[in-house]
């Protein structure tokens, strides 16, 4: 469910037509919308209603514009952050310490060291080393820091390979079966509190079945932990769940998610910890483009689009789908491949699609474009960052600027002797 909707034939943000921002900001934008946001994010927590003890990180990459995140900070939820950026911007949007946990496979010292200053809530270990490192920091500080251990858990995910982070080949987390050994020698450590274990095999997830297989997994550890004699109270359970980009995608709802976590974890007695990022963020933005023209094609028609690979690059670097439909729909269909002015061949859309007619200076939109959209984009070709806009009911903001390649050039430098 999302509350972009077409009324009198125009499609809107909630209440405000898609045609008014495009006129207002300009193309290409995003737009994000409240309502949604909060809703996927109520309806995340709903969905866990029966798991016990709770903590909700939003995973800030998905979308860390500084209004998305005060949105999810309202709504009770930290963030599980993966660089010192993030970490900055999620207290920049109020986020609490405490409620901020930091994932990642190449913390830094000045991230570890940031992360302790800041007094947040736990580190997702990714190796024995980096644990050591993080307990020889905290410990010159006198501190202990929390701490869980992220599992390899071998699983297959299911999903795209570039997305795909619990297989045993994968650089994430330690392997399952050497866990319970890392574990004891970390636990020793003086500047950790080792208080748990944490797994994320990867995102876009269509099915519960690869999920439930992991979450077994983690139950028989945690048992093998405590049987060794150490205190486990946190489990954290990743993020990953997918969302619909296609009309006939069918992922599980986060009821069915929060039921099954519910009867899996039945008995671990912990506090379960979540980073959901694009089940929250996904649909609840879009991202309007302008047609520049149309240019006919071997098979079919390309309609070329303000819009390129720089400003929403999952379709290049994932082959993934975004729905495309005309902000102002006539009723009328064409076969058409969606492009980008980008000079690469992956500067594509979607391909020999059925879409919506549009003709020169028409608007379009991508759909669920909420999540690893504008976090992703560049400035490849000189093209302008692409800007923001967060729509609430009858208001709307402009939450991120278009950076002007005049902005960028100030930051560069011809050195004195090529002068
Ligand atoms: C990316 C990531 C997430 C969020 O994944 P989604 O598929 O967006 O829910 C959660 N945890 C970690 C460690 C991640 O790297």
């Given at each position: 469910?999302?509350?972009?909707q077409l009324?009198?034939g125009?499609?809107?943000?909630?209440?405000?037509?898609?045609?008014?921002?495009?006129?207002?900001?300009?193309t290409p934008?995003?737009?994000?919308?409240?309502?949604?946001?909060?809703r996927?994010?109520?309806v995340?927590?709903?969905?866990?209603?029966?798991?016990g003890k709770v903590?909700?990180?939003?995973?800030?990459k998905?979308?860390?514009?500084?209004?998305?995140?005060r949105?999810?900070?309202?709504?009770?939820?930290?963030?599980?952050?993966?660089?010192?950026?993030?970490?900055?911007?999620?207290?920049?949007?109020?986020?609490?310490?405490?409620?901020?946990?930091f994932?990642?496979?190449g913390?830094?010292?000045?991230?570890?060291?940031?992360?302790?200053?800041?007094?947040?809530?736990?580190?997702?270990?990714e190796?024995?080393?980096?644990?050591?490192?993080?307990?020889?920091?905290?410990?010159s500080?006198?501190e202990?820091?929390?701490?869980?251990?992220?599992v390899?858990?071998?699983?297959?995910?299911?999903?795209?390979?570039?997305?795909?982070t619990?297989k045993?080949?994968n650089?994430?987390?330690?392997?399952?079966?050497?866990a319970?050994?890392?574990?004891?020698?970390?636990s020793?450590?003086d500047?950790?509190?080792l208080?748990?274990?944490?797994?994320?095999?990867?995102?876009?997830?269509?099915?519960?079945?690869?999920?439930?297989?992991?979450?077994?997994?983690?139950?028989?550890?945690?048992?093998?932990?405590?049987?060794?004699?150490?205190?486990?109270?946190?489990v954290?359970?990743?993020?990953?769940?997918?969302?619909?980009?296609?009309?006939?995608?069918?992922?599980?709802?986060?009821?069915?998610?929060?039921?099954?976590v519910?009867?899996?974890?039945?008995?671990?007695?912990?506090?379960?910890?979540f980073?959901?990022?694009?089940?929250?963020?996904?649909?609840?933005?879009?991202?309007?483009?302008?047609?520049?023209?149309?240019?006919?094609?071997?098979?079919?028609d390309?309609v070329?689009?303000?819009?390129?690979?720089?400003?929403?690059?999952?379709?290049a670097?994932?082959?993934a789908?975004?729905?495309?439909?005309?902000?102002?729909?006539?009723g009328?269909?064409?076969?058409?491949?969606?492009?980008?002015?980008?000079?690469?061949?992956?500067?594509?859309?979607?391909?020999?699609?059925?879409?919506?007619r549009?003709?020169?200076?028409?608007?379009?939109?991508?759909?669920?474009?909420?999540?690893?959209?504008?976090?992703?984009?560049?400035?490849?070709?000189?093209?302008?960052?692409?800007?923001?806009?967060?729509?609430?009911?009858d208001?709307?903001?402009?939450?991120?600027e278009?950076?002007?390649?005049?902005?960028?050039?100030a930051?560069?430098?011809?050195?004195?002797?090529?002068?």
């Amino acid at each position: 469910m999302d509350h972009f909707q077409l009324k009198n034939g125009v499609l809107h943000a909630e209440d405000i037509p898609l045609s008014q921002i495009a006129e207002e900001v300009g193309t290409p934008v995003y737009v994000y919308s409240r309502a949604t946001l909060e809703r996927h994010a109520r309806v995340f927590r709903e969905g866990l209603k029966d798991a016990g003890k709770v903590h909700l990180a939003f995973a800030v990459k998905a979308n860390p514009n500084l209004a998305v995140l005060r949105i999810l900070a309202n709504q009770g939820y930290g963030a599980d952050v993966v660089s010192g950026g993030e970490l900055q911007r999620a207290l920049a949007a109020g986020m609490k310490a405490e409620d901020i946990v930091f994932s990642g496979v190449g913390k830094s010292r000045e991230e570890l060291t940031l992360g302790l200053d800041q007094g947040i809530g736990q580190f997702n270990l990714e190796s024995e080393e980096e644990g050591v490192m993080l307990a020889e920091i905290a410990a010159s500080r006198g501190e202990k820091a929390s701490a869980t251990l992220r599992v390899n858990p071998d699983v297959d995910a299911g999903t795209h390979a570039k997305i795909s982070t619990g297989k045993k080949e994968n650089k994430f987390g330690v392997a399952i079966d050497v866990a319970p050994a890392i574990f004891a020698r970390l636990s020793q450590l003086d500047g950790l509190d080792l208080r748990g274990v944490a797994v994320h095999i990867g995102s876009q997830l269509q099915s519960l079945d690869p999920l439930e297989t992991c979450y077994a997994r983690m139950g028989e550890l945690v048992a093998q932990l405590r049987g060794a004699g150490h205190t486990v109270t946190h489990v954290d359970l990743g993020g990953g769940l997918g969302v619909p980009y296609k009309p006939e995608d069918n992922p599980p709802s986060p009821a069915e998610y929060g039921a099954m976590v519910a009867r899996v974890t039945r008995d671990w007695d912990v506090t379960l910890m979540f980073e959901p990022g694009r089940v929250i963020a996904g649909n609840s933005g879009v991202m309007i483009t302008r047609v520049i023209r149309i240019k006919p094609g071997l098979g079919s028609d390309f309609v070329i689009v303000d819009a390129a690979m720089n400003d929403l690059m999952r379709p290049a670097i994932y082959d993934a789908w975004h729905d495309f439909e005309a902000v102002e729909p006539s009723g009328e269909t064409m076969t058409a491949s969606i492009v980008g002015p980008i000079c690469e061949s992956s500067d594509i859309f979607a391909k020999e699609r059925v879409v919506d007619r549009l003709e020169t200076d028409d608007l379009g939109i991508f759909r669920t474009a909420g999540a690893y959209g504008a976090t992703m984009a560049n400035t490849y070709n000189s093209r302008p960052l692409v800007p923001e806009v967060l729509v609430d009911g009858d208001r709307y903001a402009v939450v991120a600027e278009r950076i002007e390649p005049a902005t960028i050039m100030a930051a560069e430098h011809v050195p004195d002797w090529l002068k």
